[in-house]
């Protein structure tokens, strides 16, 4: 079938739907979102698990005032519960640690780092000195991880967060701009556990200009070509459709950019594959585990299944009581997860086993009646679970990443240089681009910086501010 339109918008996860919401509230009606998922939302998506539903992808809202994601919530009833990061109980080969307070003085050694990092990124800029490795910097402000307790404590604030270990994470665009005082949005992390799914509020916002069943909206369609320039953008289907638009939004995550899924006609220029594969696509893996008993305590929180997470502490299963499920949820990152992925769950399951045996060496423990690992890696749809600022990419790659390609444009985490990564940095996106189109059909396109030769060290535009897009745009963890 052949369709025509005016935007076509290639995604429906945050980004896709925040774009087509603005181009609504323009009064721009002509677009039509395209998903090869049969739900909406993307990367934030939900599956039962015992009685329950569990966020198989984002799961967290970092940050409260301003955050669009955090206002949604709001405006929606989505339940949340407060995230403690503070609230950890360390382990070591032997069992829970008995001395606790040496954990929690290990990992306050380590938010002084992460103030210093900041400060240091800082000062290294203003001199126009070039970025480092998060590991280098860490090394350099006197921080080794020479026991299993700092590397646990290591672990816990940058793998976990960044989904790579800091010999990978810019120091400028990553680490050093975690600043765990001051950001855009006031502190405050809520983790979702509503049984509608944290895409309730997605689907909520896509109600507000358009029906589930309207023509516009095209789920289970898998896209396998985008033939682009200057004048239009002609999308080709799996199951047959030819879309004929003006201008084309590609919300696919950097992952799928990167690799072969989608056929790009004419292929990107070489400045433009340069920097989407600067920048890298990491995997996060939450494993769930459905045990008959709870043999494990009452805590909240636990370079190898590192960070476990008590989903039977108090507000985060939606009906712990009566649903009977004992689950915990542990995450690995980076290689570590795509080994995983290369594994059956029965192996993961009996790694897992040993493991909680040295953690509760005086529990028994039964192997868990269901195992549940999403594969984030090696789904064509994603490639991964969201990108990451390595040593290495600047910040002009970073604003190749972001420029149109003729009326293709680009938008979703990835090209967030303030929130990549974060559910709200796609919601942004999708707004900024949708405005650009507009521009581009009302009155003026706008010009997007871009470099087809980088050269030089991004510290040489350092002037009186910095030029480091996330310190002041960082919201606090
Ligand atoms: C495990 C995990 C944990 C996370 N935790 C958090 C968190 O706690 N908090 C947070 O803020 N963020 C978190 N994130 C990141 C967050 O989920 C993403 O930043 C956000 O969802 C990205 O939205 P997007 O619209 O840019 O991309 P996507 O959600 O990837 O949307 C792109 C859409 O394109 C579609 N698509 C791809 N290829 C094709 C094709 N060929 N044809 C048709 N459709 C196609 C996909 O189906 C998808 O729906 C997490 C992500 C993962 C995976």
Request: hydrophobic residues 35%; charged residues 20%.
């Amino acid at each position: 079938k052949r369709i025509k339109t005016k935007v076509v918008i290639l995604g429906a996860g945050a980004t896709g739907i925040s774009a087509a919401k603005s181009l609504s509230e323009a009064n721009m009606s002509d677009f039509i979102i395209v998903d090869a998922q049969s739900f909406i939302g993307g990367r934030v998506q939900h599956q039962a698990f015992g009685n329950s539903q569990v966020e198989l992808g984002a799961n967290w809202i970092y940050g409260k005032g301003d955050n669009p994601i955090y206002g949604m919530a709001t405006q929606h009833g989505l339940k949340t519960t407060p995230s403690d990061k503070n609230n950890v109980a360390y382990f070591d080969d032997f069992g829970m640690l008995e001395d606790q307070e040496k954990g929690i003085h290990t990992s306050d050694e380590f938010e002084s780092v992460k103030v210093k990092l900041v400060d240091y990124a800082e000062k290294r800029m203003k001199r126009q000195q070039v970025d480092l490795s998060s590991r280098s910097a860490l090394s350099l402000l006197g921080w080794k991880p020479n026991t299993p307790l700092k590397a646990a404590v290591e672990y816990f604030n940058i793998d976990w967060e960044f989904s790579e270990p800091a010999e990978m994470c810019s120091l400028d665009y990553a680490t050093g701009t975690v600043d765990s005082v001051t950001g855009t949005y006031p502190f405050g992390n809520e983790f979702v556990v509503d049984e509608r799914g944290f895409n309730h509020i997605l689907v909520q916002e896509l109600k507000t200009f358009l029906h589930l069943n309207d023509d516009r909206l095209m789920l289970n369609t898998l896209i396998t070509e985008v033939i682009y320039n200057d004048q239009n953008v002609t999308v080709i289907t799996s199951n047959g459709h030819v879309i004929e638009a003006e201008y084309a939004i590609c919300t696919f995550s950097l992952g799928v950019l990167q690799s072969d899924s989608v056929q790009f006609s004419p292929v990107f220029p070489e400045w433009k594959r340069e920097s989407l594969l600067s920048f890298h696509m990491t995997t996060y893996t939450k494993i769930f585990l459905l045990f008959k008993q709870k043999f494990w305590g009452d805590w909240q929180h636990g370079g190898y299944y590192t960070v476990w997470q008590n989903l039977n502490a108090p507000g985060y299963l939606f009906k712990p009581a009566s649903s009977g499920d004992n689950i915990l949820m542990v995450t690995t990152t980076d290689t570590e997860s795509q080994r995983i992925e290369r594994m059956t769950k029965a192996q993961v399951g009996n790694e897992i086993m040993r493991v909680l045996h040295k953690m509760f060496p005086s529990a028994t423990i039964e192997p868990p009646v269901d195992i549940l690992i999403p594969r984030w890696h090696q789904h064509n749809l994603f490639r991964g679970s969201y990108s990451n600022w390595p040593i290495g990419a600047s910040k002009k790659h970073h604003l190749n990443m972001r420029a149109p390609l003729g009326n293709l444009w680009f938008a979703g985490e990835a090209t967030s240089a303030d929130y990549y990564g974060f559910l709200h940095g796609g919601w942004l996106e999708g707004k900024s681009v949708a405005n650009s189109i507009l521009g581009c059909i009302t009155t003026k396109c706008p010009v997007y910086e871009k470099h087809e030769i980088v050269t030089g060290c991004d510290s040489a535009n350092f002037n009186s501010g910095n030029s480091n897009p996330r310190f002041l745009g960082q919201f606090s963890y």
